[in-house]
């Protein structure tokens, strides 16, 4: 299909706007940017019962922050299911603040809780310390869900871009760790180490997420090229280390048609099914990455936040 015509709108405004691209940039400017560019095209704010910024520990005894929204009040009586998100940005920008719409659409209407983390980012923080922040994050609020009226039986873990990275491996370490998830929610996961899909080839420039910026958020983030090779860089392709993908939660993938990143989320969903789990694929015709921040601005949104929101309900059994 052609581009959606209000994507193709934005893509014409960025150009015209001839601002440097994040990889043009310092990853300090690049996360200055990013932060006032996010909510620019984003839906309104659902309101929630409460928005609580909290500290969670992590392995090498720091603490990273992580946002709590909660839609209803809790009920400590029925304790409600909650979502893990984690935010896209390259592993290099983006916090809880540049997802706060979306994470409150996903509170709202797949009526659970959210924790989102802000994880540490790249340069200052190379692989693999996303990563286990984000398993710390998960493993903190399966510990102390009863503290804030939530199930701990009933958590599942979500992110875009690199956010839905994070969520990949964190669903394979639930599992091996004996924490129960009922869903990973992957929004244009990255699942590869080395660009090496024929959607890279294709869609490398014009489509807002550039070959040469996915290339520099790599960059920022990896130790050394061995990095790339590790499955919790590249759940699809990575050898070291790489563990067994099956008996994990049942996962739903969103995808967008002109996204650099579309083939590897469909070979991650194929990858997911062979190995024995549940998968819903949904490819998102005349979309490109980052959609799902774009809905104050293109009406079609609307629909993939709409899956997104069933899917988590579905999972958790609510109405």
């Known amino acids: ?12 405004m960025i150009a015209r706007a001839k601002r440097p691209q994040l990889h043009e940039l310092s990853p300090q400017q690049a996360r200055a940017s990013y932060e006032k560019s996010a909510p620019i095209l984003e839906i309104a704010s659902a309101p929630m019962f409460g928005v609580e910024d909290l500290s969670v520990p992590t392995r090498d005894g720091a603490a990273i922050r992580a946002r709590l929204y909660q839609p209803v009040e809790p009920s400590w009586a029925e304790p409600a299911p909650a979502l893990v998100y984690f935010h896209g940005g390259g592993f290099t920008v983006g916090s809880v603040d540049t997802h706060d719409a979306l994470c409150r659409m996903l509170a709202r209407d797949g009526r659970c809780a959210v924790l989102s983390v802000d994880y540490r980012l790249a340069p200052e923080y190379k692989f693999p310390t996303a990563v286990e922040d984000a398993f710390d994050a998960l493993t903190w609020l399966h510990a102390h869900a009863a503290e804030y ?95 067994d993908f099956s008996g994990l939660a049942p996962a739903w993938i969103a995808t967008a048609e002109y996204d650099p990143l579309s083939d590897e989320g469909d070979a991650y969903a194929e990858k997911l099914r062979a190995a024995g789990n549940q998968v819903t694929l949904k490819r998102y015709p005349g979309m490109i990455h980052e959609f799902f921040k774009m809905g104050g601005y293109v009406p079609d949104v609307a629909q993939a936040h709409a899956d997104a929101a069933a899917a988590l309900r579905v999972a958790f059994g609510v109405e």
Not at 1 to 12: G, R
Not at 173 to 200: E, F, V
């Open 1 to 12: 299909m052609p581009l959606n015509p209000k994507i193709e709108q934005v893509l014409d």
């Open 149 to 243: 009226g939530i199930d701990a039986e009933r958590l599942a873990v979500g992110g875009d871009s690199a956010g839905g990275t994070l969520a990949t491996v964190c669903a394979v370490l639930a599992r091996d760790a004996g924490i129960k998830l009922m869903l990973q929610l992957l929004i244009y996961p990255g699942a590869t180490g080395h660009q090496q899909t024929d959607s890279h080839a294709r869609l490398a420039d014009g489509f807002l997420l550039s070959g040469e910026t996915i290339q520099w958020f790599f960059d920022q983030y990896v130790r050394d090229k061995s990095d790339r090779d590790d499955w919790r860089f590249a759940p699809l392709d990575g050898t070291r280390g790489a563990p």
